[in-house]
């Protein structure tokens, strides 16, 4: 596959610690997602020989390895805005961020923007936003509270 947001190399769904996708490459981009998303249903439909399953219900076993870059694709596919960072490691947009949970399965999907963004108020209904996206791919999400009253959610694979 071709490279995701910085250029060269193979695709990396956005986990929201990269650069922010240039307005002219947004088109190319979604296309690179939307082949990475059937690559990953192609892999579950070679994978999962058990019992016919659906391949969007459960997650392969190189998701279970990965699940940052995993849960990324997730909410990428679904069409959720990452946040991004510049050159600095400043962050310059407003969306989701994900990182490795406390789990090897496991991933944290946390709502972050620049200083002042409002990031903050926007947590709860945008972490909300999030559900719906990793669940139609077998990710179950729970809504927590952290440090300083900020939330995230805490991603994993659902119960197959």
Do not use: N
């Not at 986990?15 to 002219?24: K, L, N, R, S």
């Amino acid at each position: 596959m071709t490279a995701g947001p910085g250029g060269g190399g193979t695709f990396e769904a956005a986990t929201g610690d990269g650069p922010p996708v240039p307005p002219a490459d947004v088109e190319q981009r979604s296309r690179e997602v939307r082949a990475a998303l059937d690559g990953l249903l192609q892999i579950r439909r070679l994978t999962h020989h058990q019992g016919g399953r659906d391949p969007k219900s459960v997650p392969a076993d190189w998701e279970l390895r990965q699940p940052v870059r995993a849960v990324a694709l997730a909410l990428e596919s679904g069409g959720l805005a990452p946040s991004s960072v510049d050159a600095a490691g400043v962050r310059v947009a407003t969306g989701y961020r994900v990182r490795a949970g406390d789990r090897p399965d496991a991933a944290v999907v946390e709502w972050l923007g620049p200083a002042g963004s409002g990031a903050a108020q926007e947590e709860t209904t945008a972490l909300g936003a999030c559900v719906p996206a990793l669940a139609r791919l077998g990710w179950e999400a729970l809504l927590y509270k952290g440090p300083r009253g900020r939330r995230f959610l805490e991603v994993e694979p659902m119960a197959g």
